[in-house]
């Protein structure tokens, strides 16, 4: 049993390229969440979704996009990349909204 | 919005002793509350969570935190730290009845010396 896991593990891209951050779990949460971590900012919320078939923005959603086709699997697209989102990137899941969330080990993405 | 403020954003303390890591909310409804801890390049993990009844929650690792409604913080305490403690905190708050998805704080790094 892995719980979450995310891929790649790191990343180096060019501006302007697109690219797709992956997250499975295996766990049957409902939830899930993407998240960026910044020094000195925390967490920051990207996009989330409730369930399956839905996502909805968090605090930072612009220049990412998610989907959420079936329950396991959660993956965030930076259709064209910029260096300000050079950062690292952690997938999260939940049983239901109101539960603690369960997180992945993280994607480092740098855009040059 | 509910909101939260890790008031240190580094605390130094020696082995064997005791800390507290300060959180505080502001939200205008009922909040559930959670500590995360975050060790060198991995992911968070649920440190303990408050989310009704007894306002002390005992967590793992020796951790302990206290919900004061009316100070509305949720300060995170061990007595006596290990050096393997030393990590990234994070305090998170979600409100009840709403959307439930948890705003965290910045971050208290917590670096135990020997």
């Known amino acids: 049993i892995a719980g979450i896991t995310q891929a790649p593990t790191s990343q180096i891209l060019a501006a302007g390229r697109r690219m797709t951050l992956r997250c499975t779990q295996d766990?049957?949460?409902?939830?899930m969440y993407w998240y960026r971590q910044d020094l000195g900012l925390g967490l920051r919320l990207i996009h989330y979704?409730?369930?399956?078939?839905?996502?909805g923005k968090g605090e930072v959603p612009d220049g990412y996009s998610v989907s959420r086709a079936n329950t396991d699997d959660f993956p965030l697209t930076l259709a064209s990349a910029v260096p300000s989102q050079t950062s690292v990137y952690f997938c999260?899941?939940?049983?239901?909204?109101?539960?603690?969330?369960?997180f992945g080990p993280g994607t480092r993405l740098t855009v040059l | 919005a509910q909101s939260v403020t890790q008031l240190d954003s580094q605390v130094p303390v020696f082995e064997e002793a005791p800390v507290e890591l300060r959180c505080n909310y502001s939200?205008?409804?009922?909040?559930?509350l959670f500590w995360y801890v975050q060790y060198p390049n991995q992911g968070l993990q649920l440190l303990l969570k408050?989310?009704?009844?007894?306002?002390l929650v005992k967590g793992i690792n020796g951790f302990e935190a206290e919900f004061n409604k009316s100070q509305t913080s949720f300060h995170l305490r061990k007595p006596s730290v290990h050096i393997s403690d030393t990590a990234e905190y994070f305090c998170?708050?979600?409100?009840?009845?709403?959307?439930?998805?948890?705003?965290f704080g910045r971050g208290t790094s917590l670096i135990v010396h020997p």
């Open positions: 999260a899941s939940s049983r239901d909204r109101v539960d603690e969330q369960f």
């Open positions: 766990m049957r949460h409902n939830a």
């Open positions: 979704s409730n369930t399956a078939g839905t996502t």
């Open positions: 939200s205008s409804v009922s909040v559930y």
């Open positions: 408050y989310l009704s009844g007894s306002t």
């Open positions: 998170a708050v979600s409100e009840t009845g709403g959307s439930y998805i948890p705003t």
